[in-house]
Each structure stands twice: as structure tokens, then as C-alpha cells.
């Protein structure tokens, strides 16, 4: 029989709760939980799971307290339910990672009233009903971390249409990104880990007033970015990640001065190319993580980087482009910067490291990674002031003179990779050799760098 059939004869035959027809709501929501539940039960039955399904398949519920049993639904297992005029309604669905494996039923919207439907990280399969577009008072559905396929249903973003968060990132889900209207109240949009085709509607640049939260990342879009955004001001996103795609184009300058209050952008493995423009960064003072590895982006690193400008901005990911010219440096060494990790390894770049960039990262920085260019000069004592730094990683490039010894004050150190550079003198042992953390040190010992008492590689 179908899962249908199994939560009726359940309700008739076996449920001591009794309900009837005069019960109305009660009992749609009891049916409607029952049969997802015997939708799970059913699958699991006739597909166990194997040696090969690994840890994540379970043939049973993690959790399933008082589910099918005479208690009222708002005492199963993640089940929250709100009063409204002296009955109970469900209000919220919370089986996050509880080994589910099933289809979802149509049944589910039913639960009219349910505001939120939170089934992530279990493995849901097929497609996501039509019917829950109907659900108009959902505000939340998190299907992320699942086996969902085929297209998203149109219906959730329809005028009224409460929803505000649409999470169903790493998935199989096909098909287009979605073209939204102006009067859609969807705040967050998490797609990523798909197998979404085509371009990215300029609907979301345009119309999505709303939208703070877009995550496309790992999908197969294609296309570029919009240049101009005519009648809009400014932008609400907060978050927006479109990496490991293939999209091309520049970077315009037009649609980065209208995200203000932009704190995360995510554009690495992707077909970008062209120089980034300083007119494009200097009103993203909100940006917290930048990330623009692996394109094809060229031309100098904008100054905005590394100064006040950007001085929320901890993250900066710039490897495997072609950027020429130097590493920015501050114009002021008593400014106070935020970077924690810094990476401007395989590029072009070439001229001295940034001594007063360095002052001002003295209580932050962690990750400075600037292998593969042609950086030139001697290593700045002020290197020793970075008392966060964990990680140095300035391989194959132009260095030359010696080790500074002040590098002994980084008693946070673990890594100090600068092989393939020009460096000489004897090595600072007394100084580099007992550092707490020190797990790796390499550089070109059979050079002119001599005696070096703790280097693990050559």
C-alpha cells in the first residue's frame, strides 16, 4: 500500500487519540504528519540500506519520540505548535540531520498554518512538491544537504507568498536559477552545490529588494555581470557567493557601488578577467571576506585593500590571477587593519614587501601566502612584529638578503616556507629553532643561507 493508505489505517485503527471529522484542522495535521512519517517507514522497508550507503544511511529515524503514538502532534519529536483562537497549530517542522529517507509528500501543506519546515541534512529524495508552494504562511524552508532533484517549483515566489528563506544548497536540484518579481518577500536564497544551467536573472539585481543572502556557488552558471542597474539605488545583499562556475566578463564597477552593506562576496574558480577598478571597492567599507582566486583578473591590486577604506576586511583571497605591480602598501603605518589571511600568491607581482601594511596588521594578521611572484627587497624586520602570524608562505620569488632574527618573536609561527629565493647568512637558530609551534621550516639550506639547525625540507 502506499504511505497514504498506512497513515489512515493508523488514524482508524490504531491512533488512541480518537480524532474524528469534527476535529477539522487537528486532524488534517495529524494526518499529514503521519503519512510523511509512514512515507520514511515504507522507503526504508523496500530500499535498506547497504555496506556501501556508508554511516549517513539509517533505516530508521534518529529521533522519533512520541511520533505515531496517541500524544498530541505537538508533543512528537520536532514538532512546535502556537495557539490561535483556542486550537493548536503546527507552527514549526524541525528534523534537521535525523536520518530521514524519503520522498516528501504532498501532504505536507496540509500544515497551513506551519511557518517554518527545517529537513536539512538528511536524504530526501526526488522533487520538492508542488503543493508546498501553496504553505502562504511559510516564511522557512531548509531542504539543504539532501538527494532532492528536478526544478524548483515557481509558486514560492508569487505576490503574498510569505516565504523569506529558500535553502536547498547541495542538492541534485536542475534547471534555472529563479526569475523573481518585485514584490517577493525572499530575503535569503541558498542554492549552491546544485546543478543549475544558464544565467542569473537580472530580476535579482534589479527587483529583489529583499534579498540579503544569495549563495550560487558550484553550479554551471554561465554569463556576466550586470553593468548597469538602472533605477536602483542600492542593493540589501549582505552575503553573495558565485563561486566554482563559469562565468566571464569584468567585474563593473556600477553593480559593486550599489552593495553597501556587503560583508561576504565569494567570486573565486570562475572566467572573471579585466582589472578591478578602485571605484568599485571604496564603498564596500562593510566587506568582511573577499574572495577572487582562480580567474583571469589583471591590472594592479586596488590600494582600497589595504587601507581605512576596507578596514573591516578579514579575508582577501587574490592567488592564481594576473595581477602586476606591487603589493599595496598603507600610506600610514598607525592605522589599524583587520586582515587575517592575505593571499596574493601566483600572480605577477613583483617590487618590495609592505612594511607599513605589516605594522598596521601587528594584532591581526595569520596567513600571509605571497609565493610564485617575482617579490623583491629583503624581508622587513616588521615582519617581526605580526604576533598573530601562523603561517609565511613567500616561496619562489626575488628575496634577497638574510633571515631577520626579530622573525623570533612570532611565537605563533608553525609555518615558514621561503625556498626558491635569494636569500644568505647564516640562519637564526637561537631565534627561529625553539619557537612553541614551529612544525615546518623551508628554505634553500644547500645555498647561501647556512647552518640551519631545524629545517625539515631544503
Not at 282 to 305: A, C, M, T, V, W
Not at 350 to 368: A, C, E, N, R, Y
Not at 424 to 440: A, Q
Request: with cysteine; proline share 5%; net charge negative.
Amino acid at each position: 500500500g502506499t504511505a497514504q493508505n498506512s497513515a489512515l489505517r493508523w488514524l482508524v485503527d490504531y491512533d488512541h487519540a480518537r480524532l474524528n471529522q469534527n476535529d477539522g484542522h487537528a486532524l488534517l495535521e495529524r494526518y499529514a504528519l503521519a503519512v510523511f512519517y509512514s512515507s520514511s517507514h515504507d522507503y526504508a522497508e523496500t530500499h535498506p540500506c547497504s555496506s556501501n550507503d556508508g554511516d549517513d544511511c539509517h533505516d530508521r529515524w534518529l529521533h522519533s519520540q512520541h511520533w505515531m503514538s496517541s500524544y498530541p502532534v505537538c508533543s512528537w519529536y520536532g514538532v512546535s505548535c502556537s495557539e490561535l483562537h483556542g486550537q493548536k497549530y503546527v507552527k514549526r517542522l524541525t528534523l534537521k540531520e535525523n536520518g530521514i529517507r524519503a520522498p516528501l509528500p504532498n501532504e505536507l501543506a496540509l500544515l497551513s498554518h506551519c511557518q517554518s519546515i527545517d529537513l536539512g541534512q538528511n536524504q530526501l529524495i526526488g522533487r520538492i512538491p508542488q503543493a508546498l508552494t501553496g504553505m502562504n504562511q511559510l516564511y522557512g524552508l531548509f531542504l539543504e544537504d539532501n538527494l532532492l532533484t528536478g526544478k524548483i517549483p515557481k509558486g514560492f515566489w508569487t505576490a503574498g507568498h510569505a516565504l523569506q528563506e529558500f535553502y536547498v544548497g547541495t542538492n541534485q536540484i536542475s534547471g534555472t536559477v529563479p526569475d523573481l518579481p518585485s514584490n517577493c518577500n525572499i530575503q535569503a536564497l541558498g542554492l549552491e552545490e546544485n546543478r543549475l544551467t544558464g544565467k542569473i536573472p537580472n530580476s535579482l539585481w534589479t527587483q529583489a529588494t529583499n534579498l540579503r543572502t544569495l549563495y550560487l556557488d558550484g553550479n554551471a552558471l554561465t554569463g556576466s555581470l550586470p553593468s548597469l542597474l538602472h533605477g536602483r539605488q542600492s542593493m540589501s545583499l549582505q552575503d553573495l557567493r558565485l563561486s566554482r562556475n563559469r562565468m566571464t566578463g569584468k567585474l563593473p564597477p556600477s553593480l559593486f557601488q550599489k552593495m553597501t552593506d556587503l560583508k561576504i562576496l565569494y567570486l573565486d574558480n570562475n572566467l572573471f578577467e579585466g582589472e578591478l577598478f578602485s571605484t568599485a571597492w571604496r564603498s564596500l567599507d562593510q566587506l568582511e571576506e573577499l574572495h577572487l582566486y582562480q580567474n583571469k583578473l589583471k591590472g594592479p591590486i586596488p590600494p582600497e585593500f589595504t587601507s581605512p577604506a576596507m578596514g573591516k576586511l578579514k579575508f582577501l583571497y587574490l592567488d592564481n590571477n594576473g595581477f602586476t605591480g606591487t603589493i599595496p602598501d598603507t600610506t600610514r603605518s598607525s592605522v589599524l587593519l583587520s586582515l587575517q589571511a592575505w593571499s596574493v600568491f601566483g600572480n605577477e607581482l613583483k617590487g618590495p614587501l609592505p612594511t607599513h601594511t605589516m605594522v598596521s596588521l601587528q594584532d591581526t594578521l595569520q596567513d600571509f601566502q605571497f609565493q610564485d611572484n617575482s617579490i623583491s627587497g629583503t624581508i622587513p624586520t616588521e615582519m617581526g612584529l605580526l604576533t598573530e602570524l601562523q603561517r609565511v608562505v613567500g616561496n619562489s620569488n626575488l628575496l634577497r638578503g638574510a633571515i631577520p632574527t626579530e622573525l623570533g618573536n612570532l611565537m605563533k609561527l608553525e609555518t615558514l616556507h621561503l625556498s626558491g629565493n635569494q636569500l644568505e647568512g647564516e640562519f637564526p637558530n637561537d631565534e627561529l629553532c625553539f619557537l612553541p609551534r614551529l612544525e615546518m621550516i623551508v628554505i634553500d639550506c644547500d645555498g647561501a643561507i647556512t647552518d640551519c639547525d631545524c629545517c625539515q625540507d631544503c
